[in-house]
């Protein structure tokens, strides 16, 4: 089998991967807080015996993710909040560690759990619960106050603050859509301390950093550098069947 099947063949599959990554990053264009996974190809000289130094294959790398900011969007609902600068809110994942986000469309449950997407979020020590009933709103530090309940149904007490916090390098994307900091040399997975600096803004949400239009064009330029490996695939197969016949016959 000619050769260039394996180049096109390596090429046709980190298409798909791409494709899979761009899918992904279309399908999250109205999440909030979402950071958009980049993918990028690279060129590997093909080793071995024989071999040409022209001959190459290509291998995807997934880089990381775009942290630029997206678009800030008032709601006017207490229990939004868009973190500002490069602040991280902190949540519980499933597996109990803790893990990092910037959606910030804060929910109480009916155990009075403070969530986002599910996850309960952590505060000062632990996840943040708040009396049922009360209404809460989030200050500028991420303090969580409450109104409504207890015995003085008109004071205004303070039930917990988020984590909130930055990071010096840039934080790592789980299978779960969390980020967390890079494993170190051991495997271990530190968790952030929380920085009082740190600031949001209550009322208002950040939207996802993708942009449909150029997620569009992406997708339609994979697509077609897909079909071109495979038109390249067919071909060689199809010059491949024809040297066999010219064999065949000349035996």
């Given at each position: 089998?000619?050769?260039?099947?394996?180049?096109?063949?390596?090429?046709?599959k980190q298409?798909?991967?791409?494709?899979?990554?761009?899918?992904?990053?279309?399908?999250?264009?109205?999440?909030?807080?979402?950071?958009?996974?980049?993918?990028?190809?690279?060129?590997?000289?093909?080793?071995?015996?024989?071999?040409?130094?022209?001959?190459?294959?290509?291998?995807?790398?997934?880089?990381?993710?775009?942290?630029?900011?997206?678009?800030?969007?008032?709601?006017?609902?207490?229990?939004?909040?868009?973190?500002?600068?490069?602040?991280?809110?902190?949540?519980?994942?499933?597996?109990?560690?803790?893990?990092?986000?910037?959606?910030?469309?804060?929910?109480?449950?009916?155990?009075?759990?403070?969530?986002?997407?599910?996850?309960?979020?952590?505060?000062?020590?632990?996840p943040i619960?708040?009396?049922?009933?009360?209404?809460?709103?989030?200050?500028?530090?991420?303090?969580?106050?409450?109104?409504?309940?207890?015995?003085?149904?008109?004071?205004?007490?303070?039930?917990?603050?988020?984590?909130l916090v930055?990071?010096?390098?840039?934080?790592?994307?789980?299978?779960?859509?969390?980020?967390?900091?890079?494993?170190?040399?051991?495997?271990?997975?530190?968790?952030?301390?929380?920085?009082?600096?740190?600031?949001?803004?209550?009322?208002?949400?950040?939207?996802?950093?993708?942009?449909?239009?150029?997620?569009?064009?992406?997708?339609?330029?994979?697509?077609?550098?897909?079909?071109?490996?495979?038109?390249?695939?067919?071909?060689?197969?199809?010059?491949?069947?024809?040297?066999?016949?010219?064999?065949?016959?000349?035996?």
């Amino acid at each position: 089998m000619d050769r260039i099947l394996y180049t096109a063949m390596s090429g046709a599959k980190q298409s798909m991967d791409q494709q899979s990554v761009v899918s992904h990053n279309l399908a999250n264009v109205s999440t909030s807080g979402f950071r958009a996974q980049l993918h990028a190809m690279r060129a590997v000289p093909v080793q071995g015996d024989g071999e040409l130094p022209t001959r190459v294959s290509v291998a995807g790398t997934t880089p990381g993710s775009d942290f630029s900011p997206g678009p800030i969007t008032r709601t006017g609902r207490e229990l939004d909040v868009a973190l500002e600068g490069d602040a991280w809110l902190a949540v519980q994942a499933d597996d109990g560690t803790e893990a990092y986000t910037r959606r910030g469309d804060l929910s109480v449950d009916g155990d009075g759990l403070v969530t986002v997407a599910g996850r309960p979020v952590i505060g000062d020590g632990g996840p943040i619960i708040v009396p049922l009933g009360s209404s809460v709103t989030v200050g500028a530090d991420g303090t969580l106050s409450a109104i409504g309940e207890g015995e003085n149904p008109a004071a205004l007490v303070d039930v917990g603050r988020l984590k909130l916090v930055t990071a010096e390098q840039n934080l790592v994307r789980g299978d779960d859509g969390l980020f967390r900091m890079p494993p170190d040399a051991e495997g271990e997975v530190a968790a952030l301390e929380a920085n009082d600096e740190a600031r949001v803004a209550s009322g208002a949400l950040e939207g996802s950093n993708v942009s449909a239009v150029e997620a569009m064009v992406a997708m339609i330029d994979v697509a077609r550098r897909y079909e071109m490996q495979m038109k390249v695939i067919s071909t060689a197969d199809e010059n491949a069947q024809r040297a066999n016949n010219l064999l065949s016959i000349q035996g």
